[in-house]
């Protein structure tokens, strides 16, 4: 299951509801001044058998991947109309990214760019789109692409990485497909302000890239490799102003220096104190990166290491904390609203875990429809909603997390003042007792079922929804 997207006009939205072999995507009204919201309006599209999806182009179509279909399909959610893109070269989220272009000013509208990889003639190509058209195609000059990401500041800058096989290079173009060499990272890329920005040993493994917070001309962007190391590099869109930092995990970490959690199970943790040795095989490949935009802090999970977190201090350039869980460490994601690090793991009941402070103890946080229930795998999935009737973008707008399996999902609110984490849904409250919502249902019986609940109430005396 993936997302939710509120639209411009915060009365309508869509939810995007998916597993590996179905998608529904359904349209709810809500009321700006009733205490609760209308039920779904009508279901938009429920299809079977696809691999992957998400909203593209202002979120009025989604772009669909079969696993065994050569092509990337984007379909209309307004109108029965749809478009093939030939020979993608990836069947998951690796193979594309979706872009805010935001206007010149906080008033202008946004519009959303869609970059694709295929394979065309045997070589790498990158086909850019608005709208639905084709406003760009080019060749990225890599030997194997392995990602692409557009710059999260909503300016026109694509980011393209090439396989770990052949090192570290990522090379940097516009939405036209001009290269922006003075932004590449590679053994070719130049030296600004006296730095080296090639990262040594195998190459890229993992990348994340975040707006800095109060900014919209500043990025932070962190790359993993091969070794066990780290480049965080703050750049602006606008300008060569850069800097950067090399961060390298090492094996043994001291509880002097870091304060170090072990998860004995539930919400139970305990600080460790001494030494503790991840052993001669504990570090390894970066497997996961995420970034803070608003400290300077960043996390990080290693191959050799699969059930640690790694939290670190980039100014400092040291471990400022390390949780160790029971089971395998799935998924980082860090709340730029809350500032709260959630973290998903492999655990088969329905829970997720937070990092609120370096000087806080972590916790974990069991969504309230999924009490009792167990799955194989939970995914998070972090969703924002901006009140639209403030024309000024805001960091106190709403922050919410998605906590799924392929039957079920509850979303709750972030708060990290007050941390209760209540869901949103009230819906599934039937004959007195709440149930989950089962996504094995029928369209007519999940639609009945999701009947969400008003968020928070504005000053105005209107209510604000998701």
């Not at 992957?52 to 307004?78: G, K, N, Q, R, W």
């Not at 690796?94 to 935001?102: D, I, L, T």
């Not at 104190?273 to 497997?287: K, M, T």
């Amino acid at each position: 299951m993936n997302r939710l997207h509120s639209r411009n006009t915060a009365v309508t939205f869509y939810l995007m509801l998916a597993t590996d072999f179905r998608i529904i995507v359904l349209e709810l009204q809500v009321s700006r001044t009733a205490l609760n919201p209308t039920d779904v309006v009508r279901i938009v599209l429920d299809i079977e058998f696809p691999i992957h999806y998400d909203f593209v182009f202002d979120h009025d179509s989604a772009i669909i991947i079969f696993e065994l279909a050569p092509h990337a399909s984007i379909l209309s959610l307004t109108q029965a109309q749809r478009g093939d893109i030939p020979n993608r070269k990836f069947s998951t989220a690796q193979g594309y990214a979706v872009s805010q272009r935001r206007g010149s000013s906080d008033t202008e509208a946004t519009t959303s760019v869609l970059a694709i990889l295929v394979r065309d003639k045997h070589t790498d190509l990158v086909v850019v789109m608005e709208k639905g058209s084709v406003m760009a195609t080019f060749r990225p000059d890599t030997i194997d692409a392995h990602g692409l990401k557009w710059s999260p500041d909503g300016k026109p800058m694509l980011m393209v990485w090439d396989s770990p096989a052949y090192g570290a290079k990522l090379s940097f173009f516009s939405a036209m497909g001009h290269p922006l060499r003075q932004f590449n990272i590679g053994p070719e890329s130049p030296v600004s302000a006296g730095l080296s920005f090639e990262i040594s040993g195998t190459g890229v493994s993992c990348v994340d890239w975040v707006e800095k917070a109060g900014s919209r001309t500043k990025t932070k962007l962190a790359i993993g490799n091969g070794s066990g190391q780290i480049m965080v590099r703050s750049q602006g869109s606008q300008s060569l102003t850069m800097e950067s930092q090399s961060l390298q995990h090492t094996s043994v970490l001291c509880s002097s220096t870091t304060a170090i959690w072990q998860h004995l199970g539930g919400d139970a943790y305990r600080p460790v104190e001494g030494v503790w040795d991840l052993g001669a095989d504990g570090i390894g490949e970066i497997e996961l990166v995420a970034v803070s935009c608003q400290r300077q802090q960043l996390a990080s999970k290693v191959h050799g290491s699969p059930n640690v977190v790694f939290i670190w201090d980039t100014q400092q350039r040291s471990v400022l904390a390390a949780i160790i869980y029971q089971k395998e460490v799935r998924q980082l994601i860090w709340d730029n609203m809350t500032t709260l690090l959630l973290i998903v793991t492999a655990e088969s009941t329905p829970s997720f875990h937070y990092w609120p402070l370096s000087d806080m103890p972590p916790g974990q946080v069991s969504p309230p429809l999924l009490k009792g229930l167990s799955s194989s795998r939970w995914e998070g999935r972090l969703l924002h909603y901006y009140d639209t009737s403030d024309s000024e973008p805001s960091f106190e707008d709403l922050s919410f997390f998605m906590l799924s399996s392929a039957k079920h999902v509850d979303i709750v609110r972030l708060d990290d003042d007050d941390i209760e984490f209540p869901s949103i849904f009230d819906g599934s409250k039937r004959d007195g007792r709440e149930t989950p919502l089962d996504f094995t249902a029928t369209s007519d019986a999940l639609v009945r079922s999701m009947q969400p609940a008003a968020l928070s109430t504005a000053s105005d005396g209107s209510s604000i929804f998701f």
